[in-house]
């Protein structure tokens, strides 16, 4: 059986991966790809943990459930942020979104 | 209702519409006048209520009516206000409350009720005369009415408020409350129309004239206070206490506390009537409308102190038992000398009012030598009549003056000065009316025998005088009233005979109704007031009619004085120095052309320029008394005391202060205070500064810095829990 650092390491380069992607890129969409990311993994520590370490339990995948539920939730709102910013500004780069800077 | 309830009453209606007209009616003239005459009559009535009730008790010196009650507790005493109405009190109510309600209606016709408002006249002038439309379309000049008319009727109510109180008063306090209110009106009354400069000169010249007595007499009240313990008529004239005052010995040696307070009191009658020497205000008082002169400075306030005088008079005869005539003479050698010096300077006057002033100061000069040789019942006798028939002069003034400013205003020329005789002339014709009343009440001053009331009294007064022995008093009054009758001769002559000396004359016009009728009301009194006081002994008339009025104000003193006895010599004078006055004035006056000089003046050369300028007691006084009290109030106490000396310190201190506070300032504050605050601020602000450049606004940058932070602090507690044991 595969041991549970396997999980761990995978869900860490995902993470990695994720948050590489949220702070490097400009593209807003491509940010939020990040977050799906970053979500991801940690869903992926929830299940591989009561998958190891408490089986019995469900609170685990409840929680990925959650997770999972949120997510969907913000990837709506953030695209319906971004395109109503694209809307306005003709731009979905994050650091063009400046309106509020004095 | 009993007499003395409504006695209470008296002084209060004229108060009330003096507020009732202030507060609500003030810009209603005829609701203004109505309130003010009304409320005057309700007093009258109630006046002639208890005056028909004194008169029909018997033995009401002794038991006068009245009551008090207890006012100011003052230590050990009480000081009482109350009200008492004895013979004399029923006497001087009787002329108060008749001169009141005459002037009061005469003040509606004598302000042009009814006429237009004036297109120029300001409030503080005397009314310019207003233009009009009359039946045929024509335009004339018109009179034009007062613009301040609410406001004389409410200053005339306050004042005889003051009068009724001061008459009705059981007590020197209340006198003296009624005695200062008048003199604020008659201060007010003066200066009405505030807007001439005279007028208020005259009117701060009176308050301050008169002040000068007021403030001895309240020194007066203040020893008799201190002395007895009371004030209050009943207390003060009893025997015991004049007694005790006679004896006592006051601050003066030679005299005693009686005498003293005595002349403290005079000192009052003699700001307040005009005497000698502080007679000055009375002329220049006829600034004011003629109403004002006629009620204030002819019949009542200026007969206040003729009042009081006869009233005190126990207190000053107190000390004649210990053969002490020291304030009896100073009182008859200042109403005797008033008498002739006033004469004298009526003479000279050219101004109506101004003859009719001094002849009032002269006037009363003759009551005051009547109470100064004891002839107390002729001092009141006079008071008595000269009320009538000098308010009656006044009145017949002003009436006069009038017609004449109805003829100015027809020729539109105003440069002629209405008041002044020379300038009138024939006006009997114009304004018969007038004329005949006036005439009444000239005759009634000169003393014209038997039919008017001055002869009677002013012979009283003669008989007295000479029936006492005091000679050189009968002389004096003798002439006073040669000259008396003389300056009426003139007067009557220059305005109402002859032929008009200017065409305003020829235009005069007889005044309303409710001016005449004032006249012709007191030009009855001015007769008939003399016919209760016909002495018994007189040759075909006396026994007639009772002596009534000896013996009633008499009985004030608790026995009825004795009538003097008849004698021809003061009677032929009398009666010999009123006709001859009057014949020669008419003689000398009857033909005075338009422009002429006056023909006495050519006569007496340099002395009627003495008298013309009232033998310089203005200029005497400016010099003597204003002018260094000017210096010691502008120079002396203005200039160096309070700008030198008071100013001088307390700029001293604030110098000093001054500089402490800018070492203060220097020092401490700016260095350290502000020093500190400014530091808090300016390293505030630089640590912002500085922090500033990590607030960029990109979330990335931000997230990186957290995630930095994160794996600092992360490795941070890694390591040091990996250091715990």
């Given at each position: 059986m595969v041991p549970l650092s396997w999980y761990l390491i995978v869900a860490a380069a995902l993470f990695c991966l994720g948050l590489y992607g949220v702070l490097a890129r400009r593209n807003s969409v491509a940010i939020l790809m990040g977050i799906e990311l970053m979500l991801n993994a940690v869903n992926l520590n929830l299940v591989a943990f009561w998958r190891y370490l408490a089986p019995a339990r469900m609170s685990g995948q409840v929680f990925a459930v959650i997770v999972f539920a949120v997510a969907a939730a913000e990837a709506a709102v953030g695209l319906a942020l971004i395109i109503s910013l694209y809307r306005l500004r003709r731009t979905v780069v994050a650091d063009e979104a400046d309106l509020l800077r004095g | 209702m009993p007499l003395e309830a409504l006695l209470w009453l008296i002084p209060f209606p004229p108060l009330a519409a003096f507020f009732v007209i202030l507060l609500f009616t003030r810009s209603h003239r005829r609701l203004s006048h109505t309130v003010a005459i009304g409320l005057l009559a309700v007093s009258w009535l109630l006046a002639m209520v208890v005056i028909a009730g004194?008169?029909?008790?018997?033995?009401?010196?002794?038991?006068?009516?009245?009551?008090?009650?207890?006012?100011?507790?003052?230590?050990?005493?009480?000081?009482?206000?109350?009200?008492?109405?004895?013979?004399?009190?029923?006497?001087?109510?009787?002329?108060?409350?008749?001169?009141?309600?005459?002037?009061?209606?005469?003040?509606?016709?004598?302000?042009?009720?009814?006429?237009?408002?004036?297109?120029?006249?300001?409030?503080?002038l005397p009314p310019h005369g207003a233009h009009a439309k009359d039946a045929n379309g024509t335009e004339r000049a018109v009179p034009s009415v007062e613009p301040l008319y609410s406001r004389f009727f409410a200053f005339i109510s306050l004042f005889a408020f003051g009068m009724l109180l001061l008459v009705v008063s059981d007590n020197l306090l209340t006198l003296f409350v009624g005695w200062e209110i008048m003199g604020l009106c008659s201060y007010l009354l003066i200066g009405f129309w505030y807007g001439k400069d005279s007028a208020k000169?005259?009117?701060?010249?009176?308050?301050?004239?008169?002040?000068?007595?007021?403030?001895?007499?309240?020194?007066?009240?203040?020893?008799?206070?201190?002395?007895?313990?009371?004030?209050?008529?009943?207390?003060?004239?009893?025997?015991?206490?004049?007694?005790?005052?006679?004896?006592?010995?006051?601050?003066?040696?030679?005299?005693?506390?009686?005498?003293?307070?005595?002349?403290?009191?005079?000192?009052?009658?003699?700001?307040?009537?005009?005497?000698?020497?502080?007679?000055?205000?009375?002329?220049?008082?006829?600034?004011?409308?003629?109403?004002?002169?006629?009620?204030?400075?002819?019949?009542?306030?200026?007969?206040?102190?003729?009042?009081?005088?006869?009233?005190?008079?126990?207190?000053?005869?107190?000390?004649?038992?210990?053969?002490?005539?020291?304030?009896?003479?100073?009182?008859a050698f200042i109403g005797a000398f008033s008498a002739l010096f006033a004469a004298t300077i009526a003479l000279a006057q050219?101004?109506?009012?101004?003859?009719?002033?001094?002849?009032?100061?002269?006037?009363?000069?003759?009551?005051?030598?009547?109470?100064?040789?004891?002839?107390?019942?002729?001092?009141?006798?006079?008071?008595?009549?000269?009320?009538?028939?000098?308010?009656?002069?006044?009145?017949?003034?002003?009436?006069?003056?009038?017609?004449?400013?109805?003829?100015?205003?027809?020729?539109?020329?105003?440069?002629?000065?209405?008041?002044?005789?020379?300038?009138?002339?024939?006006?009997?014709?114009?304004?018969?009316?007038?004329?005949?009343?006036?005439?009444?009440?000239?005759l009634a001053l000169s003393g014209f025998p038997l039919i008017t009331a001055g002869f009677w009294s002013k012979d009283e007064i003669l008989a007295d005088a000479f029936g006492h022995g005091?000679?050189?008093?009968?002389?004096?009054?003798?002439?006073a009233a040669f000259l008396t009758a003389f300056y009426t001769a003139r007067q009557i002559t220059l305005t109402f005979l002859g032929e008009p000396r200017t065409e305003e004359a020829r235009h005069a016009h007889e005044s309303v109704w409710t001016m005449t009728a004032p006249l012709v009301l007191l030009s009855v009194f001015a007769i008939a007031a003399g016919w209760v006081g016909i002495p018994e002994h007189f040759p075909g008339l006396g026994g007639l009619v009772p002596n009534w009025f000896h013996e009633f104000v008499g009985s004030t003193l608790g026995e009825v004085p004795e009538a003097v006895a008849f004698s021809a010599v003061p009677l032929l004078t009398s009666i010999g120095v009123?006709?001859?006055?009057?014949?020669?004035?008419?003689?000398?006056?009857?033909?005075?052309?338009?422009?002429?000089?006056?023909?006495?003046?050519?006569?007496?050369?340099?002395?009627?320029?003495?008298?013309?300028?009232?033998?310089?007691?203005?200029?005497?006084?400016?010099?003597?008394?204003?002018?260094?009290?000017?210096?010691?109030?502008?120079?002396?106490?203005?200039?160096?005391?309070?700008?030198?000396?008071?100013?001088?310190?307390?700029?001293?201190?604030?110098?000093?202060?001054?500089?402490?506070g800018?070492?203060?300032?220097?020092?401490?504050?700016?260095?350290?205070?502000?020093?500190?605050?400014?530091?808090?601020?300016?390293?505030?602000?630089?640590?912002?500064?500085?922090?500033?450049?990590?607030?960029?606004?990109?979330?990335?940058?931000?997230?990186?810095?957290?995630?930095v932070n994160i794996v600092v602090v992360g490795a941070l507690l890694f390591y040091l829990s990996a250091l715990r044991p």
């Open positions: - | 004194a008169v029909r008790t018997k033995g009401l010196a002794e038991h006068p009516i009245g009551s008090s009650v207890p006012w100011i507790p003052t230590g050990g005493t009480v000081l009482s206000i109350g009200t008492l109405v004895d013979p004399l009190g029923a006497v001087t109510l009787f002329f108060v409350a008749w001169t009141l309600l005459a002037i009061f209606i005469y003040s509606v016709g004598y302000h042009n009720f009814g006429q237009p408002r004036g297109e120029h006249d300001t409030p503080g000169r005259a009117a701060v010249k009176a308050f301050l004239t008169t002040r000068v007595g007021d403030v001895f007499m309240l020194l007066g009240l203040a020893t008799l206070y201190t002395q007895t313990g009371s004030l209050s008529y009943r207390t003060l004239f009893s025997h015991e206490v004049l007694a005790h005052l006679a004896e006592t010995p006051s601050y003066i040696p030679g005299l005693s506390m009686a005498a003293l307070a005595g002349l403290l009191l005079f000192m009052g009658t003699v700001g307040k009537s005009a005497q000698w020497p502080l007679h000055v205000w009375l002329p220049d008082a006829m600034e004011g409308p003629t109403p004002v002169s006629a009620l204030i400075h002819a019949a009542t306030m200026v007969s206040a102190g003729v009042y009081l005088i006869v009233r005190s008079f126990p207190l000053l005869t107190a000390g004649l038992e210990h053969g002490s005539s020291f304030t009896l003479s100073v009182i050219n101004d109506i009012k101004r003859v009719l002033a001094y002849s009032t100061i002269s006037q009363l000069g003759y009551m005051v030598a009547a109470v100064g040789i004891g002839a107390y019942v002729a001092a009141a006798f006079h008071l008595l009549t000269h009320a009538f028939f000098k308010a009656l002069l006044f009145l017949g003034s002003g009436s006069v003056i009038h017609g004449v400013e109805h003829g100015v205003l027809h020729t539109g020329n105003h440069h002629i000065d209405p008041q002044d005789m020379f300038n009138m002339g024939g006006l009997r014709r114009r304004m018969p009316l007038t004329f005949a009343t006036f005439l009444i009440g000239g005091h000679l050189v008093v009968f002389l004096t009054l003798a002439l009123a006709f001859a006055g009057l014949l020669l004035g008419w003689l000398v006056y009857r033909r005075v052309p338009a422009g002429a000089v006056d023909p006495v003046a050519r006569l007496l050369g340099p002395v009627h320029s003495l008298l013309k300028s009232k033998y310089y007691f203005d200029e005497i006084y400016d010099f003597i008394l204003i002018r260094p009290l000017r210096w010691f109030g502008e120079t002396f106490v203005y200039q160096w005391m309070d700008r030198g000396l008071i100013d001088g310190v307390l700029h001293g201190i604030a110098r000093l202060a001054a500089a402490l800018t070492f203060f300032r220097r020092a401490i504050d700016l260095p350290v205070i502000n020093g500190f605050g400014d530091l808090v601020g300016a390293s505030t602000k630089r640590a912002g500064q500085s922090l500033r450049v990590l607030q960029t606004g990109r979330v990335q940058q931000y997230l990186l810095i957290g995630l």
